[in-house]
């Protein structure tokens, strides 16, 4: 029987998962080589010298050149979180292997914690897939469609003049073999000019070449340095336009997968959040076994994030930017060798 390898490969069960990061200490290794792959760096001085010293049961470093100490934790969006690194991995691993996502409620069981605990901490891990793909610009060719997410009511209008419902951004780049590679979900204040500009500036890398319907909006990617093909869609269905095949797969699942996992999201306020974390799968997927790995790394480089900023609105693609710019985060994915897995 037919199967799609990519769909079907194996990812990090939940004994292999146990063996490698089953207790504090372990998780503690992990964390500190996300974190320092090339040995510890005083995060006050940036001095390498440093010493050990135990306090409380905590293992902490402590600068030689400034006396400044810091723990594991310190400084990434674990500090100040009063859960167990174990709870915080096993978190991350349930969230990354987890195709369609995962709900704070079935975290919350899963994790045996209360469920304000668990929202916190699936928002957290959400904002540093969201932070991190930021951080990546579409190149080559892409295809670029306009989506909705659905309202909180079913009342209003339809389609683009509804009220109630999230307009976002959908665009993915190919390869030269016009297979998928990477995946932008952003919200949008709405289908205009200025709006799908700002995105374009923040998004397309210079020189790439956009195929979009024929929505006016888009054409200002050209104002990124961008070359626009529009393709007059009019009342062509999906399957009469092999041109944007897998856009519109992506938007099929994007459609079936909130309701599966979330029966009633915020899409308003936390829209941009569930879009990033599905679209930081979608462009790792190729290689699930490794995206623990990548995901460790981004989740302890990710700078704290205050549970004022988490619950902040955040609807559309500038805010994400100005965020983004606060939160310094490395571009460099570690392979798993750099866990200890």
Request: aromatic content about 8%; hydrophobic content about 40%.
């Amino acid at each position: 029987m037919f199967s799609y390898k990519i769909q079907f490969q194996p990812g990090m069960s939940i004994p292999e998962f146990m063996r490698h990061f089953g207790t504090e200490e372990q998780c503690a290794e992990a964390l500190q080589r996300a974190r320092w792959p090339k040995g510890f760096r005083c995060p006050r001085c940036d001095d390498a010298r440093h010493c050990l010293v135990s306090q409380g049961g905590r293992k902490l470093f402590q600068c030689i050149g400034c006396r400044h100490q810091a723990s594991v934790t310190a400084c990434t969006m674990m500090e100040h979180f009063k859960l167990p690194l174990t709870a915080w991995f096993l978190a991350i691993h349930l969230i990354s292997q987890a195709k369609t996502g995962m709900s704070a409620l079935a975290l919350k069981r899963d994790l045996g914690v209360s469920y304000p605990t668990a929202w916190l901490l699936h928002q957290k891990i959400n904002r540093a897939m969201a932070d991190r793909g930021a951080t990546h610009l579409l190149e080559g060719a892409v295809q670029l469609d306009d989506a909705y997410l659905r309202g909180e009511r079913s009342e209003g209008k339809a389609g683009r003049g509804s009220e109630i419902k999230v307009p976002f951004v959908a665009a993915m780049s190919l390869d030269e073999n016009s297979g998928p590679t990477h995946l932008k979900l952003d919200v949008v204040s709405g289908f205009t000019s200025q709006a799908i500009a700002t995105w374009a500036k923040a998004r397309l890398k210079p020189g790439c070449v956009v195929l979009s319907d024929g929505l006016g909006c888009f054409a200002v990617v050209t104002e990124a340095g961008c070359v626009h093909i529009p393709h007059v869609v009019g009342t062509l269905t999906p399957k009469d336009l092999p041109e944007f095949k897998w856009i519109n797969t992506v938007l099929g699942n994007l459609k079936t997968t909130p309701s599966g996992a979330f029966h009633a999201p915020r899409c308003r306020k936390y829209g941009q959040t569930y879009l990033a974390a599905f679209a930081y799968r979608f462009s790792r997927r190729f290689d699930l076994r490794g995206l623990l790995a990548t995901f460790i790394v981004d989740v302890a480089r990710c700078r704290p994030v205050p549970e004022k900023v988490v619950r902040r609105d955040l609807t559309c693609v500038s805010n994400v930017s100005i965020l983004t710019l606060k939160l310094a985060f490395c571009n460099k994915a570690l392979p798993m060798r750099w866990l200890g897995v």
